[in-house]
């Protein structure tokens, strides 16, 4: 395991970015198919040793999922697939081969709430008719849960238990509904805290926490501007823009795991998220209702069928936003981290440097990118990579290097030297966009982290063995705010109300 | 009666592709395989076992028999008895 006194004199010199090749908006609406598919569509992962007080030895991953919601996106609001799964994955051999995954599967039930309309029972269009509290929920009309399943070995065929509530070995957790708005639950922060569930984990001593529930969207990104042929000024002020993003919520599922459960014969463990769907469905011309329309035994409106087949896949930021060419964004999607040599062009000789050349005139670091094969496919030796090593692309932390305090934290990551951040894992604090712009326009060319390799361990820009571009810290104007996060499980920020009626009643 | 079903088109697929021959004996196939887009479907949605793969496609080739017919899946759509 590394020391952080290793590390720190290697950030001073080299101020080393270790990014994903690309930037922009994470992964949200990233590719073409997915578009139609929201529910299902992977738009963050986060992996980090916890920082809250007293977690020290955790590991938290989060995946988020259905994007830019707008919080007042009544009456059905942003509810799961319950004919999906949503997975994290978890390699911590160097295989690019899952050894452990965290299944989510999602139940939503409906009480069908009626109301009493000249002496007959209407159902209601709603999904609540009255306020709702973490200890009362009888007005709410449409129920959420889900089970979160540890899959040992293959995702598809290995070993499969249950997680499940610490002290009563119940497997079913309940999803908060999402923040209708201050009439219908008037705290939500304290809502929500009703459905952080410590969970027994199958063959791990200790237990865990479990969350999956709305929360404000924690990415932040100037994205129109940056989609508008980069229309900003990326060598401004870090803080020049807006996040364009932070007035929408997202869906998380975020599980802390003891880091020994996580880890193999190493600290470091690679991650990335993915959600499948059946992969046969038939819409149904006359969908189930109600005893109101005589068509209560009806089916639903579409049957699914057929083997669970996979539709998103994210594990570092940005990659298949930006880095991944258009033609290939939903075969990435469908993806497996093992077989990822398909897509090696686009990290040793990316085209956003190319496109950043032709719009600004900055020259792009040379090709083949060694530096981006070594942060985006390896992990770096001596931080974030294993002994052995299957390049692929995931999310890798090294769960020896302790976490760095709330307060302390630097949202550069490494590239500030705050070696518990991206690309060490990724904290909901970190600016991956500006990290990622950066790396993307030659920081790391030849880069020395921690003399690991003669030369460099990061790897040259074709010829070009030293930083490129003068080490400018690339960005799109967007900066985190920390006070826009907890600093405790699980860390995403309660999410913005659909509607502020006390507020707006004062 | 479903797995029955599923059990006839995947052997029929399986038929089509000359999948029972040796591959030392004789060239891969390379046509397509034909396989009813209508079955195709109806076999998946009766074996939804979670352990499985899925099913490859970019070597079948889809006929639509059923474009115009708007029962072609009354049997899977049927209310729940």
Known sequence: ?????????????????????????????????????????????????????????????????????????????????????????????????????????????????????????????????????????????????????????????????????????DSSFAKPLDNIGTKSIDDYEAYADNFIYDVTIPDCPMPGRVFAGQRQEGFVVNLGEVFDLVALNPLGARDSRRNIIADKNITSLALEVPADCLTGENTVIGGWTTASVRQATVINPAPQGSETTGSSNAKGPAVKGGAFTQVSRLGSPLVNEVVIGLPDKDRFNSSEPKDDGQFATYVTNPSLPALVEILFGVPAPETPRNDLVTVFLTGVPGVTQLPTVTASEMLRLNTGIPATAAGGQNDLGV???????????????????????????????????????????????????????????????ALPNAADYLTRFPYLNTPLPGADNVAAAE | ??????????????????????????????????????????????????????????DTRFIFRDLNNPNAYDDVLAAEK
């Open chain 1, 1 to 169: 395991m590394l020391s952080r006194l290793t590390l720190l004199p290697a950030a001073c010199a080299a101020a080393t970015l270790l990014a994903s090749a690309g930037t922009m908006a994470s992964s949200h609406r990233e590719a073409p198919f997915i578009t139609g598919m929201p529910k299902v569509d992977g738009t963050d992962f986060y992996m980090f040793n916890s920082y809250e007080s007293g977690r020290e030895g955790y590991v938290t991953l989060i995946a988020n999922y259905l994007p830019l919601q707008d919080a007042y996106g009544g009456p059905n609001y942003f509810s799961l697939d319950d004919d999906a799964i949503y997975e994290i994955h978890i390699d911590n051999d160097g295989n690019a081969e899952e050894n452990i995954t965290f299944r989510f599967q999602f139940n939503t039930e409906r009480r069908d709430l009626a109301v009493d309309v000249g002496g007959t029972s209407v159902p209601v269009p709603l999904i609540n008719i009255g306020a709702v509290t973490g200890q009362n929920n009888d007005a709410q009309n449409v129920l959420e849960s889900f089970t979160v399943e540890m899959v040992t070995g293959d995702r598809r065929t290995g070993n499969v238990q249950n997680l499940t509530k610490a002290g009563s070995g």
């Open chain 1, 415 to 477: 590239a500030g030297g705050d070696f518990a951040g991206f690309p060490n894992g990724r904290r909901p604090i970190d600016d991956v966009v500006d990290i990622a712009l950066t790396a993307a326009e030659g920081f790391l060319c030849g880069a020395d982290v921690n003399g690991e390799a003669a030369g460099g361990e990061i790897g040259s820009c074709g010829t070009q063995e030293m930083q490129v571009n003068g080490g400018a810290i690339v960005n799109d104007g």
């Open chain 2, 1 to 58: 009666m479903r797995y029955l079903l599923a059990t006839i088109i995947s052997l029929s697929a399986l038929v089509l592709s000359g999948c029972f021959g040796s591959d030392n004996d004789r060239p891969r196939q390379q046509a397509p395989v034909a396989i009813n887009y209508t079955a195709f479907v109806k076999a998946q949605l009766a074996t939804s076992g979670d352990t499985r793969d899925p099913v490859p496609i970019n």
